[in-house]
């Protein structure tokens, strides 16, 4: 049985701060922005695997589209992909590369307009502020 674990961002840290760093997940052009407990002392520049952790305002299930970050530079603030874990706390989205989303406890937070989330749905994350990176 896979578990949340099982699914890490591959990418590079491309400079770090004493909370913050830059990750490029791999086969993009994205930069994100990310906090870090304790501060970053692995590799910079170097592949390595990691996971990038949001938490969802929002949940909306969508009919179509393509799998994306917004912004591309900065922090995620929208994310939209397939569904490839899913749990009753948290979902793996493939959007670029792989994001673990804490799911909002509202009832209201998650939108099911286009059916259940399943694994292989596609959703669209409204995320909160405060994406997080840990090395795996």
């Known amino acids: ?8 961002a591959r990418g590079k840290v491309t ?3 004493d909370s913050l760093i830059h990750f490029n997940p791999a086969n993009t052009t994205y930069d994100l922005h990310l906090a ?4 970053y002392a692995g590799p ?15 949940v909306y299930t969508v009919p179509s589209g393509g799998n994306f970050i ?5 922090p995620p603030k929208t994310i939209q992909g397939r569904v490839k874990y ?4 948290c979902m793996v989205v493939h959007a ?10 509202a009832e209201l937070a998650i939108d099911l307009d286009n059916g259940q989330i ?5 959703v669209n994350v409204v995320a909160l502020p405060g994406a997080r990176f840990s090395p795996a």
């Open 118 to 122: 399943t694994v292989g749905t596609m």
């Open 36 to 39: 870090v407990a304790g501060g």
């Open 44 to 58: 910079t520049g170097k592949p390595m695997n990691a996971f990038v952790r949001v938490t969802a305002r929002k």
């Open 1 to 8: 049985m896979p578990t949340v674990t099982d699914f890490p």
């Open 96 to 105: 670029g590369t792989p994001i673990i989303v804490d799911l909002p406890t």
């Open 70 to 74: 917004a912004p591309i530079f900065g």
């Open 15 to 17: 400079s770090s701060g």
């Open 86 to 89: 899913l749990d009753d706390k």
